[in-house]
């Protein structure tokens, strides 16, 4: 069972959209969202290059590549080396980690499991991106990905990847930097994906 909820909000007069994804699978609750400034109308043409198929084998092949280079690294960072294997498929220049991103993406992640307000908004009210503007971060284009319940690196990258806007905001062009934060709390589990 899948229902999809998409919401059309308006800051300062420009339209951003927030659409998120609940369905059950195997007895287990998923939730994604995602937030995305708006673009160029060529540039959602690449939404529609979303390959559907044999997505769950590019995942498990490209972990067992990097399975070994992949020893030292954490989870968050295991985000951003699958992530950017999407989009060198996808023909878009490949995002660079961005140790400040990383850091305000690992507060926001904790601050959704604190008070597990799962919504791009942040619990004081506040638009996500005043986490970046509050710590002197500027950026041109911004988008989030977040999600909860998922246990694994591929596993979320996975859903991520089927889930069209998440997918659409791991290739889109504009962005150039990435970072990605975790957070558990008690048997759950928050990601967070800061694209800029």
């Known amino acids: 069972m899948k229902i999809v909820l998409i919401l059309g909000l308006f800051i300062w007069g420009i339209k951003v959209e927030s659409v998120k994804v609940n369905y059950v699978h195997n007895r287990r609750r998923y939730e994604l969202s995602y937030l995305v400034m708006p673009e160029k109308k060529e540039e959602k043409k690449e939404v529609k290059k979303v390959i559907k198929e044999k997505v769950k084998e590019e995942v498990k092949k490209v972990k067992e590549e990097k399975e070994g280079k992949e020893e030292n ?16 498929k996808a023909g878009v220049k490949v995002l660079m980690w961005d140790n400040t991103l990383a850091h ?30 509050e710590n002197g971060y500027t950026y041109k284009y911004f988008g989030e990905n977040i999600a ?16 069209l806007g998440h997918y659409h905001n791991m290739i889109n062009k504009n962005f150039q930097r990435i970072g990605v934060g975790m957070a558990r709390k008690g048997k759950k589990i928050y990601w967070v994906q800061f694209f800029t």
């Open 73 to 88: 690294l954490s989870d968050t960072q295991k985000v951003f080396v699958l992530t950017n294997e999407i989009r060198k």
């Open 104 to 133: 305000l993406a690992q507060v926001r992640s904790e601050e959704i499991a604190a008070s597990a307000y799962f919504e791009h908004q942040r619990p004081n009210g506040q638009r996500v991106e005043s986490i970046l503007s």
């Open 148 to 163: 909860r319940d998922y246990f694994s690196v591929p596993e979320v990258v996975l859903a991520w990847q089927n889930s």
